[in-house]
Structures are given as C-alpha cells and as structure tokens.
C-alpha cells in the first residue's frame, strides 16, 4: 500500500473472525477504493475506472457496513453518500 486517505471497517467475511477492511488509497499504483479480509495482507480494488465516485482520491470517508459483508459506503466530493455490493 502506498497511501490512504480513509480507512474503515466492515461487517467479517463469512468464516473470518476479524472485521472487512476498506480504503480508499493507493494500492500498487492503483488509486480506489479497496478491501481486505485478510488483516490487510492482501487488497481488492472494489471500484472501477469507471465509477470513481466523484473523484477517489480526494474523498475522505469510508465505511463497510456492520451487517452485510462486502458492502462499502464512501462520501464524496460533492455527489453525496454512495454505496456498493460486490457482484
């Protein structure tokens, strides 16, 4: 990880005893919104290209939701709350 702006945490993985982790930052050179279900070892970018949510790396608020896993809230610049399941 090379830099983040906000971290958060969310409901555990099925099987996990430990909490979701979200980021939204810099992970080998790529600038999204990330999470973790292994303490942090390891980060999967959960956004796109396509769907910055009004500019990633100025936002500063990110969240997992405490009861359904792999859903992320993050504020934005301008463009209000968003959020996002896994497909």
Known sequence: MKSVSALGFGKAAPG????ALY???????VTGVFRSTDQGATWL???DDAHQWGGIGGTGVITGDPDVFGRVYVGTNGRGLQYGDPS
């Open 23 to 29: 980021l939204i930052g810099t992970v080998k050179d």
């Open 45 to 47: 970018r959960v956004n």
């Open 16 to 19: 996990a005893s430990y909490q």
